[in-house]
């Protein structure tokens, strides 16, 4: 299967495979955004609650500790909740982060059908499969969706120009003179 160099993959295999990895995907994706806009709508709600709760706070039970006292909490008691919030919202965003992590890893290892997968390469130009092969490491298993990503991936960074490349590199280094090995000229070192 002999390449033109010069070939490269296509827009349209870009295309294809951006389209291909939003069906497999979308389900994820949406579920993610539907997690985040509730976990967000819910988290504010509480937030202002909770902001509200400590401005109607009343410190006068506190009169043993004086007046001073009293009014050093009383006015650094709103920076008191605002870093409660802040670090309440730092640990949703957190956990929110690791959901989503969890979500796209689950779904990198999602099968593709041989329906879809024959469609695709089908319509995939020859620089494209090449990527493709080269993207798919383990032949023992199926092709899953996080070989389909790092093929889009891999196209998006001219890995088909490289591989032509090495093709030629290996060719050079396979038509090269082997080099005399040291020492076969005849003459014994000391």
């Known amino acids: 299967m002999k390449q033109n160099p010069t070939s490269q993959p296509t827009r349209q295999d870009d295309a294809l495979l951006r389209n291909a990895l939003l069906k497999l995907t979308a389900a994820q994706k949406i579920t ?3 997690v985040i806009v509730v976990v967000a709508l819910i988290w504010y709600d509480l937030l202002n609650r909770l902001v509200a709760f400590g401005h109607d706070l009343d410190y006068s039970g506190l009169h043993a500790l004086g007046p001073q006292a009293i009014e050093f909490i009383q006015q650094y008691n709103p920076f008191f909740w605002w870093g409660l919030v802040a670090l309440c919202t730092l640990i949703i965003a957190y956990f929110l982060y690791r959901y989503v992590r969890g979500s796209q890893d689950k779904v990198r290892g999602k099968l ?47 890995r088909a120009a490289k591989i032509t490349l090495a093709r ?11 080099a005399p090995a040291p020492g076969a000229s005849g003459l014994q070192s000391s």
């Open 32 to 34: 993610c955004v539907v």
């Open 168 to 178: 030629q590199h290996e060719q050079a280094l396979d038509t090269a003179a082997p």
């Open 112 to 158: 593709v059908s041989a329906e879809m997968f024959t469609e695709l390469v089908q319509q995939l130009s020859e620089p494209a499969k090449e990527v493709l092969r080269w993207a798919w490491q383990d032949r023992r298993d199926p092709v899953t969706v996080g070989d389909l990503q790092r093929t889009a991936h891999e196209l998006r960074a001219r």
